[in-house]
């Protein structure tokens, strides 16, 4: 459902506490409303965020991100022959929200794809309860999708129908998108925190968000430590400071400590190497291998933070996640696990997943959900995305075209490279270098090259 004509002139009033001196924001208040967009921010698929940012500008040039804009182009521009089904590229391009049901509340969508609704087979009976969240699909029983069914928010009260925020009242957001309860104790340690001894340096400017507004900062909430001032002050606009962007130099993620069950699937990938600079040059890719880069789109922020144990390095994502945890449980209508870790149903897993992703299950106890890839009489492409057997060529940027000899041969012409200096080697990814590859393609601009140096370093 695209945002309605209502939503798109709705807005919602911040109150900025400015540094005159600096021309910064210190500090915003804002309600309840606000604060359900930031949150939601960590419940949208990457490939949502992709979507919804891609066209933006980014004020400047920061490799944060490149790699995930260059994957979610090569999905766009790949033949529907290469994938499953024709939905497979849907799914990936426009991935559902696991957490839609509480996202209907929002005063503000960033996704121009929200869906508010599923899918019944039209064989529907007391015998066979399949639904989908795509009606383009086909059920098990050969039946089609045709019965619409409209979303219902989880929860709704006489008093107050948020997202997840339950409370109204009045909060403190930072700069760079710390929630605080709007108390003087907190502007106080704000405060004392950035130098500020001189309220008289502080003006208080009124602004109003809407849906332009709330995307951009959507947008530098990734890729910048002070996406308030760069959404909202006007000679800032669109400008990042690079003084406060995160560190060029990637940095490889932790690695969580092994609980429970972890996954075991390891991937085969061919990489080609400079051995004169330790880059690669390309790799040759798997039908599995790609499965994997493109299962990152139906990954939701906050799932990707805590993967990466809440270092992503994406500009103020890792406050948005921490904020979950500094706001009393009370106040939000869903456990805070949930929102730090919505997950991925397991319809739209790939097949071979080397990264521990949590399975999130449907509110529809009544329905059984279907893979909206199924097709009957080919099971075995069952949680593929794409066919098996197919190879690809992947740039150290992340851009991949289907394997054949003109696409090799470009890459070596164009990086004027002699055959001495070429060294082929195999290896297998498996949970570490998976975790290294998705930092990386988030935050640098060679992901297979820095990712694969972070997973020698980490070994």
């Given at each position: 459902m695209?945002?309605?004509?209502?939503?798109?002139?709705?807005?919602?009033?911040?109150?900025?506490?400015?540094?005159?001196?600096?021309?910064?924001?210190?500090?915003?208040?804002?309600?309840?409303?606000?604060?359900?967009?930031?949150?939601?921010?960590?419940?949208?698929?990457?490939?949502?965020?992709?979507?919804?940012?891609?066209?933006?500008?980014?004020?400047?040039?920061?490799?944060?991100?490149?790699?995930?804009?260059?994957?979610?182009?090569?999905?766009?521009?790949?033949?529907?022959?290469?994938?499953?089904?024709?939905?497979?590229?849907?799914?990936?391009?426009?991935?559902?929200?696991?957490?839609?049901?509480y996202?209907?509340?929002?005063?503000?969508?960033?996704?121009?794809?929200?869906?508010?609704?599923?899918?019944?087979?039209?064989?529907?009976?007391?015998?066979?309860?399949?639904?989908?969240?795509?009606?383009?699909?086909?059920?098990?029983?050969?039946?089609?999708?045709?019965?619409?069914?409209f979303?219902?928010?989880?929860?709704?009260?006489?008093?107050?129908?948020?997202?997840?925020v339950?409370?109204?009242?009045?909060?403190?957001?930072?700069?760079?998108?710390?929630?605080?309860?709007?108390?003087?104790?907190?502007?106080?340690?704000?405060?004392?925190?950035?130098?500020?001894?001189?309220v008289?340096?502080?003006?208080?400017?009124?602004?109003?968000?809407g849906?332009?507004?709330?995307?951009?900062?959507?947008?530098?909430?990734?890729?910048?430590?002070?996406?308030?001032?760069?959404?909202?002050?006007?000679?800032?606009k669109?400008?990042?400071?690079?003084?406060?962007?995160?560190?060029?130099n990637?940095?490889?993620?932790?690695?969580?400590?092994?609980?429970?069950?972890?996954?075991?699937s390891?991937?085969?990938?061919?990489?080609?190497?400079?051995?004169?600079?330790?880059?690669?040059l390309?790799?040759?890719?798997?039908?599995?291998?790609?499965?994997?880069?493109?299962?990152?789109?139906?990954?939701?922020?906050?799932?990707?933070?805590?993967?990466?144990?809440?270092?992503?390095?994406?500009?103020?994502?890792d406050?948005?996640?921490?904020?979950?945890?500094?706001?009393?449980?009370?106040?939000?209508?869903?456990?805070?696990?949930?929102?730090?870790?919505?997950?991925?149903?397991?319809?739209?897993?790939?097949?071979?997943?080397?990264?521990?992703?949590?399975?999130?299950?449907?509110?529809?106890?009544?329905s059984?959900?279907?893979?909206?890839?199924?097709?009957?009489?080919?099971?075995?492409?069952?949680?593929?995305?794409?066919?098996?057997?197919?190879?690809?060529?992947?740039?150290?940027?992340?851009?991949?075209?289907?394997?054949?000899?003109?696409?090799?041969?470009?890459?070596?012409?164009?990086?004027?490279v002699p055959?001495?200096?070429i060294?082929?080697?195999?290896?297998?990814?498996g949970?570490?270098?998976?975790?290294?590859?998705?930092?990386?393609?988030?935050?640098?601009a060679?992901?297979?090259?820095?990712?694969?140096?972070?997973?020698?370093?980490?070994?």
């Open positions: 695209a945002s309605s004509d209502e939503e798109k002139s709705t807005t919602i009033g911040l109150k900025l506490l400015v540094d005159k001196t600096r021309n910064k924001v210190v500090a915003a208040e804002a309600n309840e409303d606000f604060v359900d967009i930031l949150l939601s921010f960590l419940t949208l698929p990457l490939g949502t965020i992709v979507r919804a940012t891609k066209d933006q500008p980014a004020g400047m040039n920061t490799s944060l991100m490149r790699c995930m804009y260059n994957l979610y182009e090569s999905v766009e521009n790949l033949s529907a022959d290469n994938f499953v089904t024709e939905i497979c590229k849907t799914i990936l391009l426009n991935p559902r929200n696991p957490l839609a049901e996202c209907m509340n929002l005063k503000l969508h960033v996704d121009d794809y929200y869906p508010d609704s599923y899918f019944q087979c039209s064989n529907w009976s007391n015998r066979h309860w399949y639904s989908c969240d795509y009606s383009q699909a086909t059920c098990s029983c050969r039946g089609t999708f045709t019965e619409q069914v979303l219902k928010p989880p929860h709704s009260t006489d008093d107050y129908q948020g997202a997840f339950k409370v109204k009242m009045t909060f403190l957001i930072s700069d760079d998108l710390k929630v605080m309860t709007n108390s003087p104790s907190y502007l106080v340690q704000l405060f004392s925190n950035l130098g500020l001894n001189d008289n340096q502080i003006t208080e400017i009124s602004v109003a968000a849906l332009e507004e709330v995307s951009r900062l959507l947008k530098y909430s990734l890729i910048s430590k002070s996406p308030l001032t760069d959404v909202f002050l006007p000679c800032k669109g400008k990042v400071d690079n003084t406060i962007l995160p560190e060029p990637y940095i490889p993620p932790s690695l969580p400590e092994v609980q429970g069950k972890t996954s075991t390891k991937l085969s990938l061919k990489i080609i190497l400079r051995k004169s600079t330790n880059s690669v390309f790799a040759e890719a798997s039908d599995d291998f790609v499965d994997f880069l493109f299962s990152f789109f139906t990954l939701p922020l906050g799932s990707v933070v805590k993967l990466l144990d809440g270092n992503s390095g994406l500009g103020c994502a406050n948005l996640f921490r904020d979950v945890n500094s706001l009393d449980e009370e106040w939000l209508t869903i456990p805070p696990e949930n929102l730090l870790d919505a997950g991925v149903k397991g319809r739209y897993k790939c097949l071979k997943q080397p990264l521990r992703i949590q399975d999130r299950e449907d509110m529809y106890y009544y059984q959900f279907v893979d909206p890839r199924y097709r009957p009489g080919q099971e075995k492409y069952s949680g593929r995305f794409i066919k098996p057997h197919y190879l690809f060529v992947a740039s150290d940027d992340l851009t991949l075209t289907p394997l054949s000899s003109a696409s090799s041969i470009g890459f070596l012409k164009e990086h004027k055959i001495s200096d060294e082929e080697q195999v290896i297998l990814v949970e570490a270098g998976a975790l290294c590859i998705l930092k990386a393609s988030l935050t640098s060679s992901a297979l090259t820095d990712g694969l140096k972070a997973l020698n370093s980490l070994l």
